[in-house]
């Protein structure tokens, strides 16, 4: 039998300046002779967070160093960054391996990417169009920033002009026909529950823990989770809270309550209001007095704090309609900040003075007592879908019928998803049981009051009611929401469990919709 090698050709590689300087004692020895090096960086404007973009023969492009400080990049959001630094490392590969350059690009050297990337056969992991789309986004604004400041003559995106609401003349990358409007699926509430379980907690499919399980991180991982499930709070949003910014649970009790999400860490970067579960609330405090409470006294006890770069020790945070966040760094520097306007990068950097030392405000800590990175969800996720699948999938069905799915699979935003067509049916549900209204009076109340959709767009903080309606009301208007709601004799309580039918009634008859029981599926049994 003849073996054959897989080759691997060199491509462009993306690497991220850190928020530590690498000079403060991570590879010395490297750094010989670059003892300047923090100096020279910072004379050339380069930041931590910024990235470097690495040619297969170990050059730094000048020109894409200087697009990347630039003001278009720069006002980019943190994810933004990083998946335009992504996409734009793949089309340099490509014009590398036709020995061109990015700035020498034709169009039709993009023309041929695209069908690479969308169509060739040959590819073996070709994308669709909603992901081309975002990839010409990030190639139209490397060549737009490239033509206004002279670099090249023209650009090589496909384009089309059109109005905006002003009525001026707009030039964007071409759209694909079959670029799908938003990726939304949900998972039930009782599939919540069973992905937590088996996926975070260590279970089995008999419902007990998997012996050996370890769990080191799982109460801080399960109050991620919940706290997004019942808020419908971004990954973003949820990931860079500061343990102030959590809302405190009262002695009175309430089923929920009400946060403030920082203006600068949203997508449209408007301060509002959240609200979440006190059960979320709950499993937040104990991570804050378990698991949190041990890394940070490890991370105390062996001095990871004395020497972090950019601490800033917080003396006050005002009160008032405007709050600011005001601190101390270690050369005793004071400064203020407007904690609406805080960065997530700026907020990893702020601490508090306690009786063992400094703490951080940053509610999500690794194990070292670290700021967990807001991208570093996506592998907590990664790893609980992977354990699901190997759990819940009986070994016989491994890699057979994609209709049958025998495991749930979550992301942080279908988190959000979930949230709001959970709200979605409850509100309907708690507006006809509350007030027991006929169809006429319920008309009335929803013109003096708002109907669900535009609660629901609150809390999810969409500019527009249509947005809410685009992505959601599909499973509502499937099964005629209301006609279902009304045949229902389930005694009110608390709404979760006794919404299980309903959901699970939603979920049969609606694209998109994750339901899995609570009763599991025995190893080895069949479709």
């Known amino acids: 039998m003849q073996l054959t090698q897989r080759m691997v050709m060199p491509g462009w590689r993306v690497f991220w300046v850190p928020q530590e300087h690498v000079g403060g004692g991570v590879r010395r020895a490297v750094l010989d ?5 923090q100096e020279r960086e910072e004379a050339a404007g380069v930041r931590a967070g910024d990235p470097i973009f690495l040619s297969p023969d170990h050059r730094v492009d000048p020109l894409l160093g200087a ?17 335009y630094a992504t996409d734009l490392s793949l089309l340099l590969t490509f014009l590398w391996r036709r020995g061109r350059g990015w700035a020498a690009a034709r169009s039709r050297d993009l023309t041929d990417f695209e069908d690479w990337r969308r169509f060739a056969e040959a590819n073996p992991k070709r994308i669709g169009g909603s992901k081309w789309d975002r990839e010409q986004a990030a190639f139209y604004s490397l060549y ?40 939304v699926h949900w998972l039930t509430p009782r599939t919540w529950r069973r992905w937590i379980d088996v996926g975070l907690r260590g279970h089995t499919a008999a419902g007990v823990v998997e012996s050996g399980w370890a769990g080191r991180t799982e109460d801080r991982n399960v109050a991620f989770v919940r706290l997004l499930v019942s808020s419908g709070l971004r990954r973003a949003e949820g990931g860079a809270l500061l343990t102030f910014e959590v ?11 009400r946060g403030q999400v920082a203006a600068q ?24 007095e378990s698991s949190r409470a041990l890394a940070v006294r490890q991370a105390q006890r062996l001095g990871r704090y004395e020497h972090l770069a950019g601490m800033r020790l917080v003396d006050e ?21 407007e904690l609406n306007l805080l960065t997530a990068g700026e907020r990893a950097l702020l601490f508090t003075e306690g009786r063992r030392g400094p703490e951080p405000l940053w509610l999500w800590l690794n194990e070292q007592g670290l700021p967990l990175g807001v991208h570093s969800w996506d592998g907590v996720f990664r790893e609980a879908n992977q354990r699901c699948a190997r759990v819940l999938t009986p070994p016989s069905r491994l890699g057979m019928d994609p209709h049958r799915v025998f495991a749930p699979y ?67 208007a499937d099964l005629q929401l209301r006609s279902m709601l009304d045949a229902i004799d389930v005694p009110a309580r608390a709404p979760m469990p006794e919404l299980d039918d309903t959901f699970a009634r939603i979920a049969r008859e609606s694209a998109g919709i994750q339901d899995f029981g609570d009763e599991i599926t025995p190893p080895g049994a069949g479709a």
Request: charged share 30%; proline share 5%.
């Open 67 to 83: 697009y990347v400080r630039s003001r278009t990049f720069r006002r980019y959001t943190a994810e933004t960054k990083r998946n």
């Open 33 to 37: 002779g670059w003892g300047d090096l």
């Open 247 to 257: 809302p405190q649970r009262r002695l009175e009790g309430g089923r929920y309550y």
């Open 144 to 183: 737009k920033w490239a033509k206004d400041n002279g670099h090249v003559t023209s650009i090589p995106v496909s384009t089309v002009q059109s109005r905006d609401y002003h009525g001026s003349l707009v030039t964007t990358p071409t759209r694909s026909k079959d670029a799908r409007p938003a990726n």
């Open 410 to 476: 979550a992301t942080p935003h279908s988190a959000r998803h979930s949230f709001a067509l959970y709200m979605l049916v409850v509100l309907e549900r708690l507006t006809d049981l509350r007030y027991g209204l006929s169809p006429e009076e319920r008309r009335d109340f929803r013109l003096l009051y708002g109907d669900p959709w535009f609660l629901v767009q609150t809390l999810l903080g969409h500019a527009s009611r249509d947005t809410t309606v685009r992505h959601y009301l599909a499973p509502v």
């Open 317 to 337: 945070v005002t009160r008032g309609l405007k709050p600011k966040v005001r601190w101390h760094d270690r050369l005793g520097v004071e400064g203020e900040r």
């Open 265 to 288: 860490v949203t997508r449209g970067k408007r301060m509002r209001t959240f609200y979440v579960a006190s059960e979320a609330v709950g499993e937040v405090e104990v991570y804050v």
